[in-house]
Each structure stands twice: as structure tokens, then as C-alpha cells.
């Protein structure tokens, strides 16, 4: 049974400093693209970050040279480190992945790259006060 479960989430300050972690397991962690996305209040789906098996990573202007995506083959964990955090990156985050050989993908934006994936964890909410 894939699982995908965020954590790390909480109430900051801007500039602040946050990171977020997506537990895993079902799944080979190792072959599998895998990504970070989030939705505000009333608004749509964004991509935020995403990481290929190779390590090569993608990320949202918006969030480019603040926040680094990474991740532990050892222990089958995600991260998003989030810096220098702004009022405007307050959301829900959710981790997600693109599981080989299963279907039902939906697909993000992250600026001109399109990270599908077919699963997703239950989010973790990240508030940011100015």
C-alpha cells in the first residue's frame, strides 16, 4: 500500500525558516519522480518543487534560491527546506509522486516543466505571518 505522509508544517514569521519532510513507503523510492506542490486559500494548485531519481531538481520561480528539495533513499523521506519564507508562500503542502505502472495522474505546473504524479499525501499547513 503506497503512503505518502507530510510533516513539518507550522506557524512562522517572514523570513523564517521551515522544513518540511514526506515519509514513504509502498513503493521503490529510488526510481520514482517525486515532488512538492501547494494550494492557498482560494487558489489553484501550484508546483513547487520536484526531484528526478538522478537528484536533478526543478523548481517555481517563486520559490527558486530560497527553497531546496532533497531526499533520503535510506530512510524513503522527501524534504523541502523552506527559507527566507514570505507571507505569500502560506498553504497547504502536499508531497507527491509519480509511481511507475499505476495510473490515474494528474499533472502540475513548475514554470514550463509538468511533474504528473498519481499519488499524494494528506498535506501539511504552512502559515506565514508578516
Same mark, same amino acid.
Given at each position: 500500500?503506497?503512503?505518502?505522509?507530510?510533516?513539518? /508544517?507550522?506557524?512562522?514569521?517572514?523570513? +523564517?525558516?521551515?522544513?518540511?519532510?514526506?515519509?514513504?513507503? /509502498?513503493?521503490?523510492? !529510488?526510481?520514482?519522480?517525486? *515532488?512538492?506542490?501547494?494550494? +492557498?486559500?482560494?487558489?489553484?494548485?501550484? /508546483?513547487?518543487?520536484?526531484?528526478?531519481?538522478? +537528484? &536533478?531538481?526543478? =523548481?517555481?520561480?517563486?520559490?527558486? +534560491?530560497?527553497? !531546496?528539495?532533497?531526499?533520503?533513499? *535510506?530512510?524513503? &523521506?522527501? =524534504?523541502?527546506?523552506?527559507?527566507?519564507?514570505?507571507?505569500?508562500? &502560506?498553504?497547504?503542502? =502536499?508531497?507527491?509522486?509519480?509511481?511507475?505502472?499505476? &495510473?490515474?495522474?494528474?499533472?502540475?505546473?513548475?514554470?514550463?516543466?509538468?511533474?504528473?504524479?498519481? =499519488?499524494?499525501?494528506?498535506?501539511?499547513?504552512?502559515?506565514?505571518?508578516?
Amino acid at each position: 500500500q503506497v503512503q505518502l505522509v507530510e510533516s513539518g /508544517g507550522g506557524s512562522v514569521q517572514a523570513g +523564517g525558516s521551515l522544513r518540511l519532510s514526506c515519509a514513504t513507503s /509502498g513503493y521503490t523510492f !529510488t526510481t520514482t519522480w517525486m *515532488g512538492w506542490f501547494r494550494q +492557498g486559500p482560494g487558489k489553484e494548485r501550484e /508546483g513547487v518543487a520536484v526531484i528526478d531519481p538522478r +537528484g &536533478t531538481t526543478w =523548481y517555481a520561480e517563486s520559490v527558486e +534560491g530560497r527553497f !531546496t528539495i532533497s531526499q533520503d533513499s *535510506g530512510v524513503n &523521506t522527501l =524534504y523541502l527546506q523552506m527559507n527566507s519564507l514570505k507571507p505569500e508562500d &502560506t498553504a497547504m503542502y =502536499y508531497c507527491a509522486a509519480d509511481i511507475p505502472h499505476r &495510473t490515474g495522474r494528474r499533472a502540475v505546473r513548475i514554470g514550463t516543466f509538468s511533474f504528473n504524479y498519481n =499519488y499524494w499525501g494528506q498535506g501539511t499547513q504552512v502559515t506565514v505571518s508578516s
